[in-house]
């Protein structure tokens, strides 16, 4: 398949330009001789300056946003706009391999975060559901995903209204209800949307595919991240911080394992 390329690199506070921007560093790996369009998010000028370079010399396409702007609404946007194969990368991705050539007969390929329980609001623990990993979405269906998208939501009044988030807000934002005394919550973006209508519409990577790529582990911004701080369901701080530093040392090699560390450390929170 030949997939075009859209990278969103979102990027909010100074010390993250580094851990923003490894897809762009690492994409020649993942995607050889292709050309990407990157989608700036953010008011980090070292890492918008990033952008800005590798894109003029390396040919690329760039868009830039306001601070305001939420990937999952630019996700819904490129699906939205096109007719071929897109490849949806987060900023933080790390390329091992040529991943070029993946291949799916599915309307979308990708990989997902255990259901477990997250956050707790006085107390009850939040059940969100299982979700679709936004480091990397092969779309090989765009005109699918939107048809499905816009059939769960025939229903629906259009969400136009542009202060209420944008278009489309109902669609690619997460959703929280409450339900027999539970909180439970599905990530957001269009892709968690369609998983749970229905679950044979995406592609889950198999061990080699996922062992192409890594993620910065809450490199958009990991300066906020309470995990580094006291602990959560992702990992010890140490070791958090450990991937991290390398991300900020271009020691990509150490980062690998990451996403399963992580994945590791919702066992105790995973919901049977």
Known sequence: MDWIPHIVVKASKDACAATTTTALKTFETGFPGHKATVHYIGSCVEAQKYCQKWCKEGGHKLIQYLPSI????????????????????????????????????????????????????????????????????????????????????????????????????KKWDSQTIVLDGQIIKQA???????????????????????????TVPAGNNYVKKRGFEEGNSFGEPDTLMKYINAALNEDFDALKGCMKYRVDGLKKTVVK
């Open 70 to 169: 939420r990937q999952s609404r630019i996700h819904h946007e490129i699906v939205r706009g096109t007719r071929l194969p897109v490849v949806l990368i987060r900023g933080t991705a790390i390329f091992y391999n040529d991943m070029s050539e993946y291949s799916t007969t599915k309307v979308f390929g990708g990989t997902l975060w255990p259901e477990h329980h997250a956050d707790k609001i006085n107390g009850t623990p939040i059940r969100t559901l299982e979700c679709v990993d936004k480091t990397i979405i092969f779309v090989a269906k765009p005109m699918e995903v939107i048809k499905e998208v816009n059939k769960i939501f025939s229903y629906e009044r259009e969400d136009t209204d542009q202060a209420a988030g944008g278009y489309g807000l």
């Open 188 to 214: 957001s973006g269009i892709f968690n949307l369609l998983y749970h209508w229905d679950k044979t519409l995406m592609a889950k990577f198999n061990k080699k595919t996922f062992e192409d790529y890594e």
